[in-house]
């Protein structure tokens, strides 16, 4: 599926305009779209759209000419012929409210940009978009991998994925979302894609732990693998292909926030380790740090399905300042003894899933059928 030459450009809205909303406006401006973003305050749509530059989010940065914006929600999505919402995820609920009678009787794609669950409700934020404006989950989709903002909009080549239960959902987004240096993979896993995204942001506190205490590359490397396999656990748990948490919405966006100090996750969690509490930390930060007010709702879940997540437990005793950050481990120090199998509970890290892996492949080349964009699986 491509867009015929010549055609008039795609008119899609992008509503959230921080630092990844208005990188992904840019990503689909610099693809051939024309892109108007939302934003909430009237000072930063005029910037975007008369300045072409996003200062506070995105400095030194300039903005392409197709790219507009606009503080008027029904000015940004009429016409659109695709919506991308990148809000803080515990924002997204209020705002779709808004939204939603603005949207009656439309069937475009709606597509999740956010990285983080409903606190109150332990929701994906695919469920909170399926949920609040009551359509049909194959209108939605979901974009996500080792996507740190800035480093896009200075036009690095990077990879993503687009998951939707809906082939052609996916791909019709895929093709839209992609240019020059930003490639666009495509899967049906949207547990998987959402949850690598959500679950990769907490091991990413975890590592900004490890560096404020001053620990180095052993322990970061033992919690970034043994994190994996409690992302993988926990994912698969919850309906996931374990294959996907080893894509580029798990191992790759895994291995970026952990490595990166552009991470908010990762800046969090060092202040964390360097003796600020939480409430430090939170008025430090001029961005969302997701994994914040995720822990609490993905530990509810991991118990009520009978998942361990030592790392993230640990995560969670920082945050509450019952535990000394000192003694963060890959492990709970208060194991018991007896030695544990390495693998993932179901068996696909560093080995089995061979098979299933190739049955895989041949689903996805015969879905792609050989053209468009491809799945980000090994
Ligand atoms: N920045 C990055 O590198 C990436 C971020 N993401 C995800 O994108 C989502 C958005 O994050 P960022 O743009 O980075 O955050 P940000 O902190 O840079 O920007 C958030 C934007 O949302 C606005 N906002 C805050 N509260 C709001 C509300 N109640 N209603 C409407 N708008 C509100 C803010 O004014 C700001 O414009 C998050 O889920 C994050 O995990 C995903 C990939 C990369
Ligand atoms: O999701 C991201 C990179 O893929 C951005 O991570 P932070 O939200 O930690 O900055």
Request: glycine content about 12%; aromatic content about 4%; charged content about 20%.
């Amino acid at each position: 599926m491509t867009r015929r030459a010549g055609a008039r450009p795609a008119r899609v809205a992008v509503l959230g305009a921080g630092s990844w909303g208005t990188t992904f406006g840019k990503i689909l401006a610099d693809g051939g779209s024309d892109v108007v973003m939302w934003a909430r305050r009237a000072e930063l749509a005029s910037e975007i759209h008369t300045g072409k530059r996003n200062s506070k989010y995105l400095p030194g940065i300039n903005l392409p000419r197709s790219m507009s914006a606009t503080a008027q929600l029904e000015e940004a999505i009429d016409g659109a012929e695709q919506i991308y919402l990148s809000i803080p995820s515990q924002s997204l609920r209020e705002n779709l409210k808004v939204l939603r009678p603005m949207l009656v009787g439309s069937e475009i794609p709606l597509v999740s940009l956010m990285k983080g669950v409903e606190k109150r409700s332990g929701l994906r934020m695919s469920q909170v978009i399926e949920q609040e404006m009551a359509c049909d989950p194959a209108r939605i989709a979901v974009a996500s991998g080792p996507n740190l903002a800035l480093e896009i909009a200075q036009e690095q080549p990077t990879a993503a994925v687009i998951s939707s239960i809906d082939a052609d959902t996916a791909a019709a987004v895929a093709l839209l979302a992609r240019n020059r240096y930003f490639r666009t993979f495509v899967n049906s896993d949207v547990i998987g894609t959402e949850f690598g995204g959500v679950l990769k942001n907490l091991i990413a506190v975890a590592i900004g732990i490890v560096d404020g205490v001053g620990y180095g590359e052993n322990t970061k490397a033992s919690i970034i693998t043994r994190g994996l396999v409690e992302m993988t656990d926990f994912a698969v748990a919850q309906g996931a292909q374990s294959e996907t948490l080893q894509g580029l919405a798990g191992l790759g966006d895994l291995i970026a926030t952990c490595q990166s100090p552009l991470s908010r996750n990762n800046t969090a969690g060092r202040l964390l380790g360097q003796g600020y509490s939480f409430q430090d930390v939170v008025s430090q930060m001029q961005q969302t740090a997701e994994g914040l007010a995720s822990v609490a709702p993905v530990l509810q879940l991991a118990r009520a399905s009978g998942v361990e997540m030592p790392i993230v437990e640990q995560v969670k005793r920082v945050l509450d300042g019952t535990m000394n950050p000192r003694e963060i481990a890959p492990h709970l120090t208060t194991d018991d003894d007896t030695p544990k199998g390495e693998r993932t509970q179901y068996g696909q890290a560093g080995g089995g899933g061979a098979l299933w892996r190739s049955i895989q492949r041949a689903l996805d080349q015969l879905r792609n059928g050989g053209g468009g964009p491809r799945s980000d699986r090994p």
